[in-house]
């Protein structure tokens, strides 16, 4: 093989390779082996569970049996799906945002992740003035998989949030309102709940930042990839509503078709149009499997009821299991901890304020042994300041078995024992 020079490589493709947050989290999903001593607490696959799997292998069949199905397989949509798909969306989702929506503000990409590697490069780099603009990532620790979306360099910004003690062993990040400062930023992006925490910003946060960013044309970015109206796991904070000014992003990856590759973007019709464009050069076009699912599954009204009476209890009582399991052998072990108040989403956020190592380090003894996390230092894109919970703090999810969850939880704990500092 030819190897890659200085001359044949470009600057981007040479930071891509540097960044191992993402690759290195979806590399560890696709490197099991399957081997029993296992355990996978490291990446965002949903749990697999078996009455909604029942709902998903239903659609199948009905599309299975469909005169469509041709069409499903052998013809292109649109770059951002057909107008009958948007028409559809649009109506059907209206109600549960507030909004009277038309097909013109939806867009279909292929999974949330993929419509994101573009709106970020709308709202960030170069702009048309000459200017530089930057994504402002108002609370870190923010979702790992915008880190290395920018096409430019140094385009995130962000802020240490504050920080809550909000009870024994626990805390919350909250905003920090007195550093807010917008004259650099081209748009204003967060996840709600948020990947990695489980925090949920209240909409009176985000109202208070809307009415800063409105007052620019500074586009906010909400990524509902856990939030309303599917699968809704946003704790007793209220949903997101569609305002203008707003692109919210929807997924039906984490109701548990992350295979299936459906994201859904809701936006003014002018950024859509945009998406329209850089679709159809990066895609050619959104794949036709999940917009033929969602027909099904919004025209049979099915996702409030899967959400509210499945997928939220479920994953209520997996958070409560694996806490109760973690803290046990850390209390056990006399760890020195502090939890992030899981409000939504499915994931821990645990800080290990006497350890020794890095926690890219603590990621790889447990890896060592099997155990997958993710290291927390991944998940501060554009902080330049020093913030001791960028490098002590991991994410794991909850979506495992409870004996897995128990398995990890003892070994965890071992390893953090033995590299904590000495006054502990
Ligand atoms: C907050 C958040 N946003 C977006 C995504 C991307 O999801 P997908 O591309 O599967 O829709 C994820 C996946 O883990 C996520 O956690």
Not at 282 to 311: D, R, T
């Amino acid at each position: 093989m030819t190897p890659m020079t200085d001359s044949s490589t470009s600057l981007w493709a040479t930071r891509l390779r540097q960044n191992q947050g993402i690759r290195s989290l979806m590399e560890d999903l696709g490197q099991v082996t399957g081997h029993p001593d296992e355990i996978l607490l490291g990446g965002g696959n949903p749990a697999h569970i078996p009455e909604v799997e029942e709902i998903f292998a239903e659609c199948f069949r009905i599309l299975g049996e469909d005169p469509s199905l041709r069409s499903l397989l052998g013809d292109y949509q649109a770059p951002i799906g057909n107008d009958r798909f948007r028409s559809l969306a649009a109506e059907y989702l209206s109600p549960h945002f507030g909004s009277n929506l038309t097909k013109d503000q939806i867009a279909f990409f292929n999974g949330s992740q993929n419509a994101y590697s573009y709106l970020l490069n709308i709202h960030s780099g170069y702009m048309k003035d000459g200017s530089f603009k930057k994504i402002l990532l108002p609370i870190v620790p923010e979702y790992i998989g915008y880190a290395d979306q920018s096409i430019e360099e140094n385009a995130f910004l962000a802020k240490n949030p504050e920080v809550i003690k909000t009870g024994n062993h626990r805390f919350r990040y909250a905003l920090n309102k007195t550093d807010f400062d917008l004259s650099e930023v081209g748009s204003v992006a967060l996840s709600r709940p948020t990947n990695p925490t489980g925090n949920v910003l209240s909409n009176a946060d985000i109202d208070w930042m809307e009415e800063r960013t409105k007052k620019k044309s500074i586009p906010l970015l909400i990524d509902l990839a856990y939030g309303n109206p599917f699968p809704n796991l946003i704790g007793s904070e209220d949903p997101i509503n569609y305002n203008e000014g707003r692109t919210l992003s929807l997924s039906f990856s984490k109701i548990g078709l992350p295979g299936v590759r459906l994201g859904i973007i809701i936006s003014n019709p002018e950024t859509i149009e945009i998406l329209s464009s850089y679709a159809a050069v990066g895609n050619l076009a959104v794949g036709n499997l999940g917009v033929y699912m969602m027909e099904i599954l919004f025209q049979k009204n099915i996702l409030p009821h899967l959400s509210k009476n499945i997928l939220r209890p479920f994953y209520d009582k997996k958070r409560e299991l694996a806490i109760s399991i973690f803290e046990s052998e850390f209390q056990k072990h006399g760890i020195d901890y502090e939890i992030h108040d899981p409000m939504g989403g499915f994931f821990l956020w645990i800080r290990f304020p006497s350890l020794s190592v890095s926690n890219h380090k603590l990621y790889h003894l447990c890896k060592d042994k099997r155990l997958f996390i993710v290291s927390g230092h991944y998940f501060f894109p554009g902080l330049n300041s020093d913030f001791s919970h960028t490098k002590d703090c991991i994410r794991l999810t909850y979506c495992r078995k409870e004996e897995e969850l128990a398995r990890g939880a003892h070994i965890l704990a071992e390893i953090v024992a033995s590299h904590q500092a000495k006054s502990q």
